[in-house]
Each structure stands twice: as C-alpha cells, then as structure tokens.
C-alpha cells in the first residue's frame, strides 16, 4: 500500500507560482501513474495533471494546459507539479493520487490519496 504525502501549498498573487510536491512510500513508486487533482469549495474533484510510470508521458486539464508541468523524480519517490501564472480559479485543495493500473482522468479510479495541500491565489 502506498502512502503519500503532498507540500508546497501557499498562499500566492495572481500571476505567481508555486510547485506542489508529493512523496511517496510503501510501494515501488516508479511502478505507479500519478495524478494531481483538485477540489475547490462546493466543486466535485477535478484532474489536473497525470503522468504516467511505463513512458512518463504527461496530460493535462484544458484549464491548466500551458501553466502547469508535472514531473516525477523516482529516485526520491516524488512527484511535483509546477504551477505558474497562477489565477484565482486555481485555488483549491491539490491532492496527488497514485495506481498502479490507471493514468486517465476519473479520480475514482485511482487506488491512493495523499491528504491535500490548500493552494490560495489572490486576485
């Protein structure tokens, strides 16, 4: 069973950056897709972000295209996810999620949850 465990959240102006970063342990955490999700107050989960463990190819929400990057790092058992020109709408909790099957969009389908990290942007 993994565990994992997200930081880097923050309060940020409108325009600035933060990267989020979420360990992992338990597992072979190279051997796990990874996804960042967030949730807003009111709002269902969204997906943000995946990367995938066999090519560590990458996908993105339309609303975070172009803004956002993940990233893995397996030798530290991390992932990351580099927001920049960040927007008011982005605030939520971010929580990272990992499977070791599944790399899509649905959090349902994901097997592990790290605790969420509040992100806040002011206007």
């Known amino acids: 069973q993994a565990q994992l465990v997200e930081s880097g959240g923050g309060l940020v102006q409108a325009g600035g950056s933060l990267r989020l970063s979420c360990v992992a342990s338990?597992?072979?955490?190279?051997?796990?897709?990874i996804g960042w999700f967030r949730q807003a107050p009111g709002k269902e989960r969204e997906f943000v972000a995946a990367?995938?463990?066999?090519?560590?190819?990458?996908y993105y929400a339309d609303s975070v295209k172009g803004r956002f990057t993940i990233s893995r790092a397996n030798a530290k058992n991390t992932a990351y996810l580099q927001m920049n020109s960040l927007k008011p709408e982005d605030t939520a909790v971010y929580y990272c999620?990992?499977?070791?099957?599944?790399?899509?969009?649905?959090?349902?389908?994901?097997?592990?949850w790290g605790q969420g990290t509040q992100v806040t942007v002011s206007s």
């Open positions: 999620a990992a499977d070791p099957s599944y790399k899509g969009t649905s959090p349902n389908e994901y097997d592990y």
């Open positions: 338990g597992r072979t955490f190279s051997r796990y897709h």
């Open positions: 990367i995938s463990w066999t090519d560590s190819r990458t």
